[in-house]
């Protein structure tokens, strides 16, 4: 749609080239999954996605916590206005007028923000399950609006995609303990770290050999297999009904999966370097479960 059919435009994008961009340049797994939708859907997604990166880059671009605090706090009120019908950023412009069709609601959306919030109040677990929590803010709930957009016919769907969020954002915890713990941040639960004898210290040596030992690799080894299990407790959980409306997110599984194990295979080598898949092995991945179905 142009600017003069009344689309507010930034830096002569209307908001759908917005939310485009935005996508295009994060290089996330998400985007090549993104490929195998459907258009309409696909560029809703993208909407979303976008959406997620600005209240998530809030959070890691802001050198103040106030101001990061100030930013979540308007985008708290940008997504109040947008679902009162009011949109005035360029995500929700091009996010918010088929919420509604997808059956995403203003809730979604703000506990997104309320899980970047969570970064800014802590930068440490005591626990599991203060953990989970924070998982099933900010990925958890992205799953469950993501199949919500696929199509699902039944609640355990809604339960898979909330499973796999977290299987996939423990895997995401795993690959980034080194990138994460030079800002200050350590998601590893504290608890876990005094099972395994591993000091906090340990994860922030800037020397060789890094904060690598015996210790280490078993923490991580603990850590892998959680969230093995995350993952094969979601698949099981997904009704064969909604298996192909839900390929997208097995897309994403595999993707994600196969990054943990690239992980596992060289020892949890994550203190001093951050593994990626190439972006040709993504969307390979993604090729292979469009033509298995699995």
Not at 196 to 208: G, Q, S, T
Not at 281 to 290: D, E, P, Q, V
Request: net charge neutral; aromatic share 10%; with cysteine.
């Amino acid at each position: 749609m142009s600017p003069a059919q009344g689309r507010p435009v930034v830096d002569g994008m209307t908001p759908q080239q917005y939310v485009e961009d935005k996508a295009a340049r994060s290089g996330s797994s998400f985007y090549y999954a993104f490929l195998f939708v459907p258009l309409a859907k696909r560029q809703w997604l993208k909407a979303f996605y976008a959406f997620c990166r600005e209240v998530d880059d809030v959070v890691d671009e802001s050198l103040e916590p106030s101001v990061a605090a100030a930013k979540l706090a308007w985008w708290r009120g940008e997504v109040s206005a947008a679902f009162a019908g009011r949109p005035s950023h360029p995500v929700m412009q091009a996010l918010q007028p088929q919420a509604a069709h997808y059956g995403v609601t203003e809730a979604h959306l703000q506990a997104v923000i309320a899980g970047c919030q969570m970064d800014l109040d802590q930068s440490r677990y005591l626990d599991y399950a203060g953990l989970q929590h924070y998982c099933d803010l900010v990925a958890g709930m992205v799953g469950e609006v993501t199949a919500r957009v696929f199509g699902h016919s039944a609640d355990a769907t809604l339960a898979y995609a909330h499973r796999l969020g977290l299987a996939l954002q423990l895997t995401n915890i795993i690959r980034d303990v080194g990138d994460d713990a030079r800002r200050g941040r350590i998601y590893l639960p504290l608890s876990e770290l005094k099972q395994f004898e591993v000091k906090p210290a340990d994860l922030l040596m800037r020397e060789p050999p890094w904060g690598y030992s015996p210790r280490f690799s078993a923490l991580m080894r603990f850590q892998a297999g959680r969230a093995h299990r995350c993952y094969d407790e979601a698949l099981a959980l997904l009704p064969d009904a909604d298996r192909q409306a839900q390929k997208v997110g097995l897309m994403m599984a595999n993707i994600y999966r196969a990054l943990l194990r690239e992980i596992e295979a060289d020892d949890f080598a994550v203190l001093h370097q951050r593994t990626s898949l190439t972006p040709l092995r993504k969307l390979w991945i993604g090729m292979l479960t469009h033509w298995r179905g699995r």
